[in-house]
Each structure stands twice: as C-alpha cells, then as structure tokens.
C-alpha cells in the first residue's frame, strides 16, 4: 500500500471530503485505513459500575485508502505517490515536488 501509518492524508469523497487526518491504522489485507478524525461514527457505551453513567464515544473507523489521497510532508499538497530506489531501499516519492520520504 502507498499509504502508511502515521501519514497525513486528506480525503476525496463522502461525508468528510476535503478533511485532513492522521493514519492511525492500515489494513493491506483489505485495503482499507482508519484515521483520526475522519468517518467518525457514535457509539453507545453502557456503565460498566454502579453509579457510573453511559456516554456516546466517537470512534473513527475504517474507508477504504482509495478514497484517501497522501499529502506530502515536504510540500504539504495532495499527491499521488511513486518509488524510487535508493541502493536497496524503495522509497516512496512525491510526484508534485520529487522529493523522497519513508
């Protein structure tokens, strides 16, 4: 997957659109992440001890990365990304600036 943990991304469409997350979590299995503050969904939590009250949490879940668009931390703009092999190593690159990140 182009898109790793710890990237900040910006989504393309649904309810969030043109809202900026950060990936807490990535499913290459299933192609999907979870970032924060995106697809935010509401959760209703019983007390779990006597006297203690039930709260609605929200929680972000997963879309799929297709829908998720990377922002490149060298030039801040939304981009697509390629590879570049640096030695052994394939790092990722931004296709605005050309600049190569991990």
Do not use: W
């Not at 710890?6 to 979590?25: F, P, S, Y």
């Not at 970032?35 to 007390?47: C, D, F, P, R």
């Amino acid at each position: 997957m182009k898109i790793h943990k710890g990237d900040t991304v910006i989504m393309l469409h649904g309810k969030d659109r043109k809202k900026k997350g950060r990936v807490i979590k990535v499913v290459p299995k299933s192609g999907k992440i979870v970032a924060e503050g995106l697809n935010l969904v509401t959760k209703h939590v019983k007390a779990k001890k006597q006297g203690q009250k039930g709260e609605k949490v929200k929680l972000p879940r997963a879309i799929p990365s297709s829908i998720a668009m990377l922002i490149c931390p060298k030039c801040g703009k939304q981009t697509r990304v390629g590879y570049d092999l640096v030695g052994e190593k394939k790092l990722r690159k931004c296709k605005k600036c050309s600049a190569t990140f991990e």
